[in-house]
């Protein structure tokens, strides 16, 4: 193998499991409860744009990794998880700290996750 395939390979894996941790982080939050606080009307409104954009930035990011998946289409699925991300995280009057540092450790253990399976699948496809 290539050195320059090599980096440009690990950098593709990186690059697909920083864009899946951010765009999990509302999962988290929705798993440990945070929508319980928000009315009916606003779980209708927030969470299947969401769904819609996590499973597209799945479908990119995840998919394929040689693939470049469309900078504007992955623009605004991750513009979509951001602004989803600042509306739940309010979810129980937090201060700016307590909810930063909870983005990023959610972000964190996701990461990992994804870097994990990433390398994995791309380990798997490359054999």
Same mark, same amino acid.
């Given at each position: 193998?290539?050195?320059?395939?090599?980096?440009?390979?690990?950098?593709?894996?990186?690059?697909?499991?920083?864009?899946? %941790?951010?765009?999990?982080?509302?999962?988290?939050?929705?798993?440990?409860?945070?929508?319980?606080?928000?009315?009916?009307?606003?779980?209708?409104?927030?969470?299947?744009?969401?769904?819609? %954009?996590?499973?597209?930035?799945?479908?990119?990011?995840?998919?394929?990794? %040689?693939?470049?998946?469309?900078?504007?289409?992955?623009?605004?699925?991750?513009?979509?998880?951001?602004?989803?991300?600042?509306?739940?995280?309010?979810?129980?009057?937090?201060?700016?700290?307590?909810?930063?540092?909870?983005?990023?450790?959610?972000?964190?253990?996701?990461?990992?996750?994804?870097?994990?399976?990433?390398?994995?699948?791309?380990?798997?496809?490359?054999?």
């Amino acid at each position: 193998m290539n050195v320059s395939t090599f980096f440009s390979f690990n950098q593709n894996v990186f690059f697909n499991a920083v864009v899946m %941790s951010i765009a999990c982080i509302p999962t988290c939050y929705i798993l440990i409860g945070a929508l319980t606080g928000f009315s009916d009307v606003f779980k209708v409104v927030i969470v299947p744009p969401y769904i819609l %954009s996590l499973f597209i930035l799945c479908m990119l990011h995840v998919s394929n990794f %040689s693939y470049q998946p469309k900078p504007i289409i992955s623009g605004v699925c991750l513009t979509v998880t951001l602004f989803v991300t600042y509306l739940i995280s309010d979810f129980n009057l937090q201060s700016i700290y307590e909810r930063v540092f909870l983005v990023m450790g959610m972000a964190f253990s996701m990461f990992s996750f994804w870097i994990l399976l990433l390398a994995y699948l791309a380990r798997k496809k490359r054999v």
